[in-house]
């Protein structure tokens, strides 16, 4: 499971002003698909520790589908960096990217713990 993909419909909520995509609509879609892997791979909540850049490449519109693929890059005890690709689907033209978001394991007192993933998991 190094790498998962996510799709999401541009609809007439998820526009700006301008009538693109909001980056923060977008960016919320990259959480998300990334905090799903990393729930899909420990089994246990984590949550969003980390977010270094988003680099917006290109605009989305409506109808747009959006792809968004997460993967991992490196696994801590208990955390997991991933990397994110946003492409429209069908052009496959490159939206954005972001090259480090962390999640990390939590307990459900919100402590940090152990997610038991092995290196080899996420490779």
């Known amino acids: 499971m190094k790498e998962l993909q996510f799709?999401?419909?541009?609809?007439?909520?998820?526009?700006?002003?301008h009538g693109t995509l909001h980056g923060g609509v977008l960016l919320r879609w990259i959480d998300e698909?990334?905090?799903m892997h990393a729930r899909?791979?420990?089994?246990?909540?984590?949550v969003t520790r980390f977010i270094e850049a988003i680099n917006f490449v290109s605009k989305a519109k409506l109808g747009d589908i959006m792809l968004v693929t997460t993967y991992v890059t490196k696994i801590g005890r208990t955390s997991i960096e991933f990397g994110v690709d946003v492409k429209e689907d069908i052009s496959r033209r490159s939206v954005?990217?972001?090259d480090k978001i962390i999640f990390v394991s939590i307990d459900h007192q919100g402590n940090t713990v152990r997610h038991g993933v092995k290196d080899d998991q996420g490779s």
Not at 7 to 17: G, Q
């Open 33 to 35: 698909a990334a905090g």
């Open 7 to 17: 799709r999401y419909l541009v609809c007439a909520p998820d526009l700006n002003a």
């Open 40 to 46: 899909k791979l420990t089994n246990r909540v984590c």
């Open 96 to 98: 954005a990217t972001i």
